[in-house]
Every structure is written in C-alpha cells, then in structure tokens.
T-cell receptor, first 113, second 112 residues
Framework: GENVEQHPSTLSVQEGDSAVIKCTYSDSASNYFPWYKQELGKRPQLIIDIRSNVGEKKDQRIAVTLNKTAKHFSLHITETQPEDSAVYFCAASSTGGYNKLIFGAGTRLAVHP | EAGVVQSPRYKIIEKKQPVAFWCNPISGHNTLYWYLQNLGQGPELLIRYENEEAVDDSQLPKDRFSAERLKGVDSTLKIQPAELGDSAVYLC??????????FGEGSRLTVL
C-alpha cells in the first residue's frame, strides 16, 4: 500500500521568510496530493491540492510542486506570517481513487514575529 | 452551510469501558470516513463508507472496534472494551465521491 513520508517534522522561520515542506510517496499510481493545515485543537482543513496531470499549482502565497518521476511533492509558503503557524499534513491518494488518502506525519511550522 | 458535526468533543473513560462517537456528515456527501489521529501524527484511516456500505475497513481493529452508517447518513464508531492505547482523537470526514475531504472537529478520547 501507499506510504507517505514528510519532512521536516518541525520548522521554525522568521516572519517574511519562505517555508518549504517536502513529502515522498511510494505508490506510483497515486494521482491526488492535497495539503491540510491543522491549527492547535482544530480540524484539518484543505489549503491546496494538486493532481498528477499538473506539475505546479499556486494560490496567493502558497504553491505546491509535484515530481511524479521522483515521487515527491512539496509545499512552498512565501512571505510567512504568524497566522501560518500550524501543523501541515501532506497526503497522497492510494490506489482506489481520490478518496483513499494516506497522510504524512505532519510538519509543525512556527513563524516568529 | 453546516460542516461535519461530531460528538462528544471530549470523553474520559476508564479502561474496559465502552465508548461511542457520533458523526453527522455534510448534507449530500455520500462518502464518510473515520480517522484516528494520535498526538503528533497524521490521521490514519479506520474505515470508509460509500453511502451505507463499508468499502474499506482493513485498518479497523475489529476485535474491539465497530462502526455503522445506517441509512447512509449519520455514523457511529464504537469501542468496546476501550484500552489505554485507544487514547487519541477520532476524526470523522465526509466528501463527495471524488472531492475534497471535510473534517469534523474530532472527538478526543482519554482512557484512564
């Protein structure tokens, strides 16, 4: 089955800097890669996703890149703000369609003013 | 629009006691999921329903865990008997067949 590895587990940046979180997956058939943000004590919420027919997607300060050959994808946050502080989870769809997601272990991002 | 609703938000029980969690998905979402989230970890799928059918329950510890989704809407997840290692957050999520997963706030279980 699918296995998703995420790193780093913690990331500390100064406000205004960029943050990059990387994930690798094992199942070459996976075709959907969402990123979720979870604030302390809150529910995970989708912030951006990418499908396997696209190499990059951008939404304001957030971008995701996908390298299907290498089986890795990354989240890029530019001009970080204190409200970006949260745990970020990547996920990949295992064989079985978009709705069989396997999550990474998460990255705790701290943005310091 | 109401999101995914879960209850209770918090539950503290002694080991060997039973516990049940309830989930009401977003209206119209035919797919419902129960995930387990341990502290500092990502969500792990326990069971996935398509309407009232459990299509993936391979990760559900069936000796003590059970779930149902009668009428293809609300769902309950039960643990009987609970063990210390079951302490975690139980997340419910729903989606359309090929859409974004929407999570509930979760039910935090503490087993003493």
């Amino acid at each position: 089955g699918e296995n998703v590895e995420q790193h780093p587990s913690t990331l500390s940046v100064q406000e205004g800097d960029s943050a990059v979180i990387k994930c690798t997956y094992s199942d070459s058939a996976s075709n959907y890669f969402p990123w979720y943000k979870q604030e302390l004590g809150k529910r995970p919420q989708l912030i951006i996703d990418i499908r396997s027919n696209v190499g990059e997607k951008k939404d304001q300060r957030i971008a995701v890149t996908l390298n299907k050959t290498a089986k890795h994808f990354s989240l890029h946050i530019t001009e970080t703000q204190p409200e970006d502080s949260a745990v970020y989870f990547c996920a990949a769809s295992s064989t079985g369609g978009y709705n069989k997601l396997i999550f990474g272990a998460g990255t705790r991002l701290a943005v310091h003013p | 629009e109401a999101g995914v609703v879960q209850s209770p938000r918090y539950k503290i029980i002694e080991k060997k006691q039973p516990v049940a969690f309830w989930c009401n998905p977003i209206s119209g979402h035919n797919t419902l999921y129960w995930y387990l989230q341990n502290l500092g970890q990502g969500p792990e799928l326990l069971i996935r329903y398509e309407n009232e059918e459990a299509v993936d329950d391979s990760q559900l510890p069936k000796d003590r865990f059970s779930a149902e989704r009668l009428k293809g809407v609300d769902s309950t997840l039960k643990i009987q008997p609970a063990e210390l290692g079951d302490s975690a957050v139980y997340l419910c999520a729903s989606s359309l067949t090929t859409g974004e997963l929407f999570f509930g706030e979760g039910s935090r279980l503490t087993v003493l």
